[in-house]
């Protein structure tokens, strides 16, 4: 989960670990099966948090739902910002994003599962990897790396993209996670308008120490 600011007296942290905890469990339950029918007595319990605490953190369960996503995507775009810092090319950016995401699949199932259930609706959204990825699109805009395009539209572009990697990455585990990434992320930065040898280069520099 991402790591906001630490509460600064008692209530406050255990307030704050209630709430991580309804929210993991809410995560837990999009990564699992995707089905949101579960009541908030089951919620809590599987959190081990009181019923009544529920509503002390969200109004329904489709607020806490919406928190687990958000929560996700921002771990997401974290993950990114500790590997990928020091990256300067847009292109790069792109193309070690794609196959950062199929590695992920193995080694954060949970919050690429929630992502493939649930991402499609925020690709747009103002935090999490849409932030990220859009400013790295607007980056290569500005400095010409990539063709003169809305934004909005790039991103569209970049997000369904990405989302389609997660879901082959899921529904054929069998394939090689690496080599489809490397292929679709080619593909996005030749429609950005990298010519083919040069996108054919950018996605076969080697990743960053991913530890």
């Known amino acids: 989960m991402s790591t906001p600011a630490l509460p600064t007296n008692r209530f406050e942290r255990r307030r704050a670990a209630t709430r991580g905890a309804l929210v993991r469990a809410a995560r837990q339950i999009l990564a699992e099966t995707g089905d949101t029918s579960a009541s908030i ?59 950062l995401s199929a590695q992920m699949a193995d080694s954060h199932p949970e919050l690429l599962q929630v992502l493939r259930r649930r991402g499609m609706g925020h690709i747009h959204s103002d935090n999490g990897l849409a932030r990220r990825a859009l400013r790295d699109l607007q980056a290569g805009i500005a400095s010409g790396r990539f063709t ?23 529904s054929h585990p069998e394939m090689d996670g ?34």
């Open 178 to 211: 690496d080599e489809v990434a490397g292929d679709l992320a080619e593909m996005v930065l030749r429609m950005l308008g990298l010519s083919a040898d040069d996108a054919h280069e950018v996605i076969r520099r080697p990743l960053p120490d991913l530890g």
């Open 148 to 170: 003169s395009v809305n934004p909005a539209v790039a991103l569209s572009a970049l997000g369904g993209t990405l989302l389609s990697l997660i879901e082959l990455r899921f």
């Open 41 to 99: 007595q089951a919620i809590a319990e599987r959190a081990d948090v009181g019923f009544g605490s529920f509503y002390n953190h969200f109004e329904s369960k489709t607020e806490l739902y919406e928190a687990a996503v958000i929560d996700a995507l921002e771990e997401f775009g974290q993950n990114f910002d500790e590997h990928l810092t020091g990256i300067d090319d847009p292109a790069e950016l792109v193309a070690a994003g794609f196959r």
